[in-house]
């Protein structure tokens, strides 16, 4: 993140080669981060992804037994959509 972050200090420094070289290996990091994560990860535990991909999210104040959330329902239901 902070190379990226130093691509975008760069160019108004006028140093735009330094900022495009930086930019990209910022770009080659995250790649390398999702595939290597994300892509190894799901190859390994497939049956995991799988699994938790057949529920829905359900938000926390609309569980059964509410939440905190539920009970202030009054002034704060139509504000979460309870």
Known sequence: MASGVVSIDLYP??????????????VGVWLLLAVVVLGVRLAIERDRFAREARFRA??????????????WSGWLGPLVGA
Do not use: I, N
Not at 58 to 71: D, I, N
């Open 13 to 26: 420094d006028h140093r735009a080669v330094l900022s495009a070289l930086t930019l990209w290996f910022a």
């Open 58 to 71: 359900l938000p926390f104040w609309s569980r059964p037994g509410g939440g905190r959330v539920a009970r």
